[in-house]
């Protein structure tokens, strides 16, 4: 029984991987668009239900937003009942291994191996220093815009780099830690690199019959660096102390063809399922991002009650409460919260005993900047505040697959994003494995 592996290059602008083809870069995602056809994929229409966590969701499951209404990063593990692809296949018999998958929870019972996202969490399945690794790697990504390393995170980071890095990948992780030394971007493209090793080495070791694994530097550096791409034709530029003339866009997809072609040599019998979720856009304006650098401390100083705060992707941030009371009290004083230019602070969503709160100011922040909490006046906004980036990218609803049983020409031109469930349960709809 052919085996398959579901790789997902989240939001990779794939016009922009043409472009660069054109130029002769890119040679393995060119040959593989050549032989096998690249597939659009659709999703919801309306812009705020385009996200990366709401289209993954709709991958692994089959159901579109509307049917499984998991509309926020970390949700899934709320909901129990909503089954996903990795469980479905393990109780028909089949071994199933996943790494960093997005918005996913680890419901399966006896996984080959099992890492979450680190914004989501939950189980880990997987050796003593995997799940060690799994800590640092959560540590550094959600404290990324405030700088904060814990040594404790980089000696384990360490020890994963030694335990899984393919020899033939340590001059890329040397260059690539070199370039960290000097920009930020680039340590995405670590972790992005240390994943597929892992990858690569818990798949050779485990066999399972079905693994996905998820790559999101793409998606953080189109985010930042797209006006910095040779093949980006708007008017926009990054300003100089923000901008980057290496070309980032092209440095994260030489990683992932690098990647590709490590994989495709690695298991040469498997069947690709190459899948982006959603693509990224050129966005039409300048828009600044900002993190609250210590999420507690700012909520105490508000005086706002609450239980506990878990710091989301980016922006965002969730406020558990006591119940109900409590977290609407809380709501009323965030939204009190404005600017001493008259812009509102947060974007808040109550859920009953939490808030998702999202932190909106969308322009450059100033020393001289305040901010005002219902009746009270603060100073000095930008301590409070971490420069994440300025938004080169914004989300559009298609997505795109590469699937290697397809023959370019042949294959279709549209599906929905919810039928890559169905894709990978067809695959294995025998009479042996899943009944019809």
């Not at 089959?62 to 899934?76: A, K, N, Q, S, Y």
């Not at 066999?207 to 530097?217: Q, T, V």
């Not at 998606?219 to 797209?226: G, K």
């Not at 009323?332 to 947060?346: H, P, Q, Y």
Request: net charge negative; proline share 5%; hydrophobic share 40%.
């Amino acid at each position: 029984m052919q085996k398959v592996l579901q790789l997902e290059l989240n939001e990779v602008n794939f016009e922009f991987v043409e472009a660069y083809g054109a130029l002769g870069k890119l040679p393995v995602l060119t040959q593989l668009i050549k032989r096998h056809g690249l597939i659009e994929t659709t999703s919801e229409q309306t812009y705020d239900q385009l996200e990366p966590w709401i289209q993954w969701v709709s991958a692994h499951t089959g159901l579109t937003l509307g049917e499984h209404g998991v509309f926020r990063l970390g949700d899934i593990r709320d909901r129990p009942e909503i089954e996903q692809i990795w469980e479905v296949l393990e109780r028909a018999g089949l071994r199933v291994g996943a790494v960093s998958p997005m918005n996913a929870r680890n419901a399966c019972a006896d996984p080959a191996f099992f890492v979450p996202d680190p914004w989501t969490g939950g189980r880990v399945v997987g050796s003593a220093l995997i799940r060690r690794l799994y800590d640092a790697i959560a540590q550094l990504v959600n404290d990324n815009a405030q700088a904060r390393v814990e040594p404790a995170s980089l000696a384990w980071l360490g020890a994963g780099l030694l335990r899984f890095a393919q020899l033939r990948n340590y001059g890329l992780y040397t260059s690539i830690t070199a370039q960290s030394l000097r920009k930020s971007w680039p340590r995405a493209l670590v972790l992005d690199l240390l994943l597929a090793d892992v990858f690569i080495r818990e798949t050779n070791r485990t066999k399972p019959d079905f693994a996905s694994l998820f790559l999101n530097a793409a998606a953080h550096i189109q985010h930042h660096h797209m006006f910095d791409s040779r093949v980006y034709a708007g008017p926009h530029r990054n300003p100089e102390w923000y901008g980057d003339n290496d070309d980032p866009i092209l440095r994260v997809y030489e990683l992932y063809d690098n990647l590709l072609g490590q994989i495709l040599q690695a298991f040469p019998g498997h069947r690709l399922l190459i899948a982006t979720g959603l693509h990224q856009v050129p966005y039409p304006d300048l828009l600044f991002y900002w993190r609250l650098r210590d999420h507690e401390a700012f909520l105490r100083e508000l005086d706002v009650a609450f239980e506990r705060v878990e710091p989301r992707m980016s922006r965002d941030f969730v406020v558990f409460c006591r119940d109900r009371a409590q977290a609407k009290g809380a709501e009323r004083i965030l939204a009190s919260a404005s600017a001493s230019d008259g812009e509102r602070l947060f974007e808040i969503d109550n859920r009953g005993e939490s808030l998702f709160v999202l932190l909106r100011y969308p322009a450059d922040i100033p020393r001289s900047l305040g901010y005002t909490v219902g009746n009270r006046t603060f100073s000095d906004l930008r301590t409070q505040c971490a420069f994440v980036a300025i938004k080169n990218g914004e989300h559009d609803g298609i997505g795109y697959l590469i699937d290697t049983a397809e023959t370019a020409g042949t294959a279709p031109r549209t599906i929905p994003v919810t039928s890559l469930f169905s894709r990978a349960i067809d695959h294995f709809r025998t009479p042996g494995v899943l009944a019809a």
